[in-house]
């Protein structure tokens, strides 16, 4: 598995709840007790939010894990406390005067102020993120969790909104920056739903799985158990059958 994905380890266990698209797990997003399989960023671009939100964009349409863009593993601040799984919303790059946004018209500009098409739950409706006037640290990745505040707590303080949420510090409690290159662990590729849970639950770390994940989990276990004992059963029917004849 480390040859085909290039990444050491291959897979990550999935232990919070800020990437769920529905309160008791949905297949195709990632869920706690997940197993999702980790491409390194060296085999396969990472893909954001506005780059595959833009019509005129050649990954326009493209989505990972239930909504447009990827979903990267990164270190926060380069730290060594547990990675953060989270989706990538946009990239910007600093040049010799400003300030770039790919997959947008945002080129050459002091400060970021963009509207995404994407929707954020508040008082009972929704409106699009937005991020206003909003001066990088320096280049890398706006991210966030799917589930955060309704989707749209940035992972970067400096860049959400007021009332959109804090966003993420690291381990010394400074805010989390933009995920420069390095930072990022691989690329969430394929999952594995449920049999993460087993991990979680011998470290201690499986409160944020749900019910529903715990019976799928169940129901895998005793059709695995037992589909050998089925197949010896049919394969053995059958060569009786053929004796008697």
Known sequence: M?????????????????MMHDEEGSYGAIDPGDLVMV?????????TYVEATQ?????????????????????????????VI?????????NVTGWDVPGTSLRNVDSISLTLDYKCSYHGGSYNLEIRDWIPEHSGYLTSGDNNFGGCMIDQPSANSQGQGRG??????????????????GVASSE?????????????TAQSVTPKSWSNLS????????????????????RNSEEEE
């Open 219 to 238: 129901i895998a276990i005793i059709l695995v158990l037992a589909t050998p004992i089925a197949f010896d059963y049919l394969t053995g029917n059958s």
């Open 86 to 94: 989270h989706r990538a919303l946009l990239e910007v790059v600093r």
């Open 39 to 47: 491409m390194d960023r060296d085999r396969v671009p990472v893909i």
């Open 168 to 185: 993420l510090t690291d381990a010394n409690g400074d805010p989390v920056q933009p995920v420069r290159e390095e930072w990022i662990v």
């Open 55 to 83: 019509e005129d964009n050649d990954n326009f349409g493209y989505e990972s894990h239930g909504r447009a863009g990827d979903v990267i593993i990164y270190r926060k601040n380069d730290g060594s406390d547990t990675p």
């Open 192 to 204: 594995i739903p449920w049999i993460g849970s087993i991990k979680l639950l011998t470290t201690g």
């Open 2 to 18: 480390w040859v085909s994905t290039g990444s050491f380890p291959p897979m990550v266990v999935v232990e919070s709840t800020s």
